[in-house]
C-alpha cells in the first residue's frame, strides 16, 4: 500500500500562485508516474499533470505554461507549482501514485480562485 497526503491548498485571487505537495510513504519502491488530478463540481476529474521518475513532465492544455510539476525522489515528495491562477482552475486536486498496474489517491486539497 502507499499512502498519499496532499497539502498546500486554499483559497487565492485570480492571478495568485499556490503550491501543492503531496507526501508519499509505505511501500513507495517502484512508485513510477505521480500526478495530478482535479474534479471541479458537476465535472469528471481530470489529470493536470504527470511526472515520471525519470524526470519527464506532461500536462494538460489548460494549465500549460502556468502550472509545474516536479518531485524529489530522496524526500517522496510530488509537487505542483500553480501561477496565474484562474477561477476555472477551482476544484480539488488530487495526488495520485502509479506503480505497475495499481494506482493509490491521497484525500485530495480544496483549491479555490476567486475572481
Known amino acids: 500500500q502507499v499512502q498519499l497526503v496532499e497539502s498546500g491548498g486554499g483559497l487565492v485571487q485570480a492571478g495568485g500562485s499556490l503550491r501543492l505537495s503531496c507526501a508519499a510513504s509505505g511501500s513507495i519502491f517502484g512508485i513510477n508516474a505521480m500526478k495530478w488530478y482535479r474534479q471541479a463540481p458537476g465535472k469528471q476529474r481530470e489529470l493536470v499533470a504527470a511526472?515520471?521518475?525519470?524526470?519527464?513532465?506532461n500536462y494538460a492544455d489548460s494549465v500549460k505554461g502556468r502550472f509545474t510539476i516536479s518531485r524529489d525522489n530522496a524526500k517522496n515528495m510530488a509537487y505542483l507549482q500553480m501561477n496565474s491562477l484562474k477561477p476555472e482552475d477551482t476544484a480539488v486536486y488530487y495526488c495520485?501514485?502509479?506503480?505497475?498496474?495499481?494506482?493509490?489517491w491521497g484525500q485530495g486539497t480544496q483549491v479555490t480562485v476567486s475572481s
Open positions: 495520485r501514485a502509479d506503480r505497475g498496474y495499481m494506482g493509490y
Open positions: 511526472i515520471t521518475s525519470g524526470g519527464s513532465t
